[in-house]
């Protein structure tokens, strides 16, 4: 049997099969269309089986009506539909009923895996600004989709915070080890979803993970606080960042949607939360997860995400962790705030002291027993002849040690295959009394710190070469290469920062070249954040030690500061739009680094451009008051599916009713949705000058009786410019569009490579800077 996920429409039958030719299992999706009559199909989860039944009799000499239901999940908010266990004959044959335009394959989703507030320049000693103005994000609730939650950290205390806002519907779910009493008045509501999951895998072992909303994994707990733990101190991870921890949006209420199991998290059980999510009255959404992308009406993610925002409620998601690379940037719809990952100013500098009194830089958290003061160890590479097969050696993979090469000394392994924690585990195990952790030549030079379990520290790619030149030229010698390994614990005011993590993943947009992606970046590593109480900070399963908090990097930790951030601004301005408030974000936000120069690219050392860090970094106290904003409607979304060449079946899979592509000749192209930012993509086919046009529309939000006018910085051999170049405003609430030209000439290039130049359009009232940032990218065909 195949578990098929089914988003159901009762319309004519339009549909491109994904379906695989063999027999193997599929999770697919079918969807009942939106003005369906409720009293039959709203949530009648014995509808859906009565369907079933009749389609499996159809093929079958079965009589009799199974004993237990078939369906999965039955959806109502988000979309309308139902998740069930099929054959690949049923699939088949519901691809043929005249009701049904989409069946789509269910795909496996994976978590992307303090300071930051104060970073941001979010203080409570502020007499005015985000904080303040929105009372901490009080009553506004963040539903996080994740792994769960562990309720007793302080982090989710409810003390001082009011009765549960009258809005919430959402409710307590109880299972093993979590009662309705762990929610309270911070943490409001508690789901899991395992249907999906378990309809793969089988049943789930209940001695390695929760059947409730409990979090065995870390990762949930870790992003719910940074969206909006509570103010705790003292805080720290082992010693590390002492200090206040606090998240985003310290009185906004939680709501945890539990879908990450250890097999991953399944398209079926992710909208089941959306659906529960918005049905619940969730005001943000925070999903720190993520896969390949795909056409947004074969993307589950993209599906439920359309029909949150359809219902004001803001989507944050993590843009990937596949960084440096280019085109790695997953969660690209444009009614998804999509967050890349930066640095703070802050460090955990742990440096590899050579034989040769080299002092080459390294990263680490671990709080154990360090080496002895002074001592240098011998210290080889794993991958070198006679420390195993090689390859599974230099990687430190579990077993590829030998104990009586490894005993007693550092031991140099390459990042990749296992987690980085998991390969110091590897070499305590091989009687190692230190690890070096070395990138690789993608990894480049960006440095995460881990809560190791031995004497451990991380250096770059070129670190990683120059030790092993090292170690292979003093064993040939009298000398033999030796090492240690010195902690200096933790390093405040670092400069540059920010800096665009090595991993966090970049643009160009995958799927809408038209679109910018990422939208914005955040912090997110090296971030301090709660942690459960059952599992090591380092995540190998025999690490016994405890700690409240723990320090995690990831896009998974830079997506809930965006999500706490936006249920600040929506406190403050409960008017604004989903759209509006990621246009608030993106117009406000940097470029430039504590040094006043454009932000670094971690892996390179080399600056930064639009496709690392879309907009620029946030900047929430310039949010609040953004002047202008770009908003956009659901009618906007559909003239931009109909642009992209959607079909309309392909539409309505993703808005839920029959679209109209009438309006979208008006709108002219993709990159005309009002977006904050402008993206122009010209196949050149040989011709010397290339041109496009952009309409935008500005929304009034700061005073009235403003007059803003506009500064062009044009990308490089291109001719920008603004129609008119000044607008006038009478009124807060105001409506004013412009007209932006580009005109570029051909640049030389090789069939198939490309060329990006950026440049911004800012408009200013003297008091306001309303930045976008405008990108040229030339593409030369096969």
Not at 650 to 662: G, W, Y
């Amino acid at each position: 049997m195949a578990t098929l996920f089914l988003l159901f429409f009762l319309s004519f039958l339009s549909f491109s099969s994904s379906s695989s030719t063999n027999d193997l299992p599929r999770t697919f999706i079918v969807k009942v269309q939106y003005d369906a009559k409720p009293a039959i199909f709203t949530l009648h989860k014995h509808w859906y089986d009565s369907f079933l039944y009749s389609l499996s009799s159809e093929t079958t000499s079965s009589s009799s009506p199974p004993a237990e239901s078939r369906v999965i999940h039955a959806y109502d908010t988000v979309f309308h539909g139902f998740s069930a266990k099929l054959s690949p004959t049923e699939a088949l044959n519901l691809q043929t009923l005249p009701h049904v335009i989409a069946v789509i394959p269910e795909r496996v989703r994976h978590v992307q895996t303090t300071r930051s507030p104060e970073f941001l320049g979010l203080k409570t000693t502020d007499s005015a600004g985000l904080l303040k103005e929105s009372d901490f994000g009080s009553d506004l609730v963040i539903g996080v989709i994740d792994t769960g939650i562990w309720p007793e950290r302080q982090s989710f205390n409810d003390r001082d915070l009011g009765p549960v806002p009258a809005k919430w519907k959402g409710m307590c779910v109880s299972g093993k080890d979590f009662s309705r009493a762990s929610c309270n008045r911070k943490l409001i509501g508690a789901r899991f979803f395992c249907n999906g999951y378990e309809a793969t895998n089988g049943k789930m072992n209940e001695s390695t993970e929760y059947r409730s909303p409990r979090d065995s994994d870390g990762h949930g707990t870790h992003t719910a606080s940074i969206a909006a733990g509570r103010y705790v101190f003292p805080a720290s991870t082992l010693g590390y960042a002492k200090g206040v921890a606090a998240g985003m949006a310290p009185k906004a209420r939680l709501a945890a949607y539990k879908v990450c199991w250890n097999a991953g998290c399944y398209d079926s059980d992710i909208l089941a939360a959306f659906d529960a999510a918005v049905n619940d009255g969730v005001d943000v959404i925070s999903l720190s997860v993520g896969g390949v992308v795909v056409p947004y009406y074969l993307d589950a993610i993209a599906i439920g995400s359309f029909g949150a925002a359809n219902r004001g409620v803001f989507v944050s998601a993590s843009a990937g962790n596949g960084g440096p690379g280019g085109l790695t940037v997953t969660n690209v719809a444009p009614w998804v705030a999509t967050v890349g990952a930066g640095t703070i100013d802050r460090d955990f500098p742990a440096d590899v002291k050579l034989g040769n009194e080299k002092v080459i830089r390294g990263v680490s958290v671990y709080g154990g027993p360090g080496l002895a003061p002074g001592k240098m160890y011998p210290v080889i590479y794993a991958g070198s002849e006679g420390t195993g097969d090689g390859y599974s050696s230099s990687l430190c993979l579990d077993g590829s040690l030998d104990p009586k090469l490894v005993k007693g000394k550092i031991v140099l392994c390459d990042r990749g295959i296992n987690s980085r924690a998991a390969k110091g585990d590897v070499v305590k195990k091989a009687g190692g009394v230190g690890m070096i952790l070395a990138n690789g030549v993608f990894d480049g030079e960006g440095l995460v710190a881990d809560c190791h379990v031995l004497p451990a520290t991380a250096v770059g790619a070129s670190a990683g070469d120059e030790i092993r030149s090292y170690i292979s030229v003093a064993s040939k010698s009298n000398s033999p290469p030796t090492a240690t390994i010195v902690f200096k614990g933790t390093r405040l005011g670092v400069r540059p920062a920010p800096v665009v993590a090595s991993f966090s993943a970049r643009g160009p947009n995958p799927e809408s070249p038209e679109i910018l992606k990422p939208d914005v970046i955040a912090p997110g590593l090296n971030i301090l954040a709660a942690w459960p109480d059952k599992v090591g900070p380092s995540g190998v399963p025999n690490d016994n030690r405890r700690t409240e908090f723990n320090i995690l990097s990831g896009t998974s930790m830079a997506c809930p500061h965006v999500s706490g951030l936006a249920a600040l601004l929506k406190a403050a301005h409960p008017d604004w739009s989903p759209a509006a408030i990621k246009s608030a974000l993106m117009t406000t936000a940097y470029t430039v680094d504590n040094r006043g120069e454009t932000m670094l690219d971690e892996s390179t050392g080399n600056t930064s451009t639009v496709m690392d860090f879309g907009a620029g970094h946030v900047h929430p106290q310039k949010a609040i008051d953004p002047g202008l904003i770009y908003d956009i409607s659901t009618f906007d979304y559909v003239d931009f599916l109909c642009n992209s060449n959607y079909t309309i079946n392909n539409i309505q899979v993703v808005t839920r009713k029959t679209a109209d592509c009438s309006g979208a000749k008006r709108a002219g192209h993709a990159g005309n949705l009002n977006y904050p930012s402008m993206s122009a993509v010209f196949q050149q086919y040989g011709k010397h000058k290339m041109s496009t046009h952009f309409i935008r529309t500005v929304t009034n939000v700061g005073d009235p009786n403003s007059v803003y006018k506009v500064t062009i910085k044009p990308p490089s051999r291109t001719l920008v410019t603004v129609q008119p170049e000044k607008l006038v405003f009478r009124r807060v609430g105001q409506k004013f569009s412009f007209l932006v030209r580009v005109e570029t000439m051909a640049v030389k290039l090789s069939p198939g490579g490309s060329s990006l130049k950026s440049g911004s359009i800012v408009w200013s009232d003297g008091k306001h800077t309303v930045t976008s940032p405008i990108v040229v990218t030339l593409q030369q065909p096969l």
